[in-house]
T-cell receptor
Framework: EAGVAQSPRYKIIEKRQSVAFWCNPI?????LYWYQQILGQGPKLLIQ????????DSQLPKDRFSAERLKGVDSTLKIQPAKLEDSAVYLC?????????????FGEGSRLTVL | GEDVEQSLFLSVREGDSSVINCTYT??????LYWYKQEPGAGLQLLTY?????DMKQDQRLTVLLNKKDKHLSLRIADTQTGDSAIYFC??????FGSGTKLNVKP
């Protein structure tokens, strides 16, 4: 079974530029999560999708971050315009069951450096 | 549920037991998780415990939960060099600790 795929693995941009990250979850997984992991910290949940609907985006900085999950499969996370403090690893995870009963499977992450 | 705290570092010798501790704040959490992260990789679920349990054992891993003190621990028996990684505790899928870096010396 293929795992959670993310791209690009690495991205370097200058502040005020835009960037997009892509995630392909495990086939059949209805729930998809995006996390931001700043160096030395644990992952912070940005947004949770159930199929193509948003369940929780309370910690997503909506003035600059946006995310979508078209057709309930792949998802993209966009940052526009980027700030220095957005430098982090962006992790995507998926689960067959939402809420607390499903194991999360994480991708390897997309490392963003904002100069 | 936003404050999940862990000690930053733990160093043990190969063959010893490791105990990684975590405190959390949200008493309504149903599940508490332990994840392992190796360099350059995503998080891997190690084990989890339901909030109505005190202990769970899974091969070399033992999880202890003290709900009264909101304290969670992970014990790794017979620690190996391959166990060197960062370990995260998490409340549900929402709140993660900052991670404990486990260094296993041969």
């Amino acid at each position: 079974e293929a795992g959670v795929a993310q791209s690009p693995r690495y991205k370097i941009i200058e502040k005020r530029q835009s960037v997009a990250f892509w995630c392909n979850p495990i086939s059949g997984h209805a729930t998809l999560y995006w996390y931001q992991q700043i160096l030395g910290q644990g992952p912070k949940l940005l947004i949770q999708f159930q199929n193509n609907g948003v369940v929780d985006d309370s910690q997503l900085p909506k003035d600059r971050f946006s995310a979508e999950r078209l057709k309930g499969v792949d998802s993209t996370l966009k940052i526009q315009p980027a700030k220095l403090e957005d430098s982090a690893v962006y992790l995507c995870a998926s689960s067959s069951r939402g809420g607390s009963t499903g194991e999360l499977f994480f991708g390897e992450g997309s490392r963003l450096t904002v100069l | 549920g936003e404050d999940v705290e862990q000690s930053l570092f733990l160093s043990v010798r190969e063959g010893d037991s490791s105990v990684i501790n975590c405190t959390y704040t949200d008493s309504s959490s149903t599940y508490l998780y332990w994840y392992k992260q190796e360099p350059g990789a995503g998080l891997q679920l190690l084990t989890y415990i339901f909030s109505n349990m005190d202990m769970k054992q899974d091969q070399r891993l033992t999880v202890l939960l003290n709900k009264k003190d909101k304290h969670l621990s992970l014990r790794i028996a017979d620690t190996q060099t391959g166990d060197s990684a960062i370990y995260f505790c998490a409340e549900e899928e929402f709140y993660f600790g900052s991670g404990t870096k486990l260094n296993v010396k041969p």
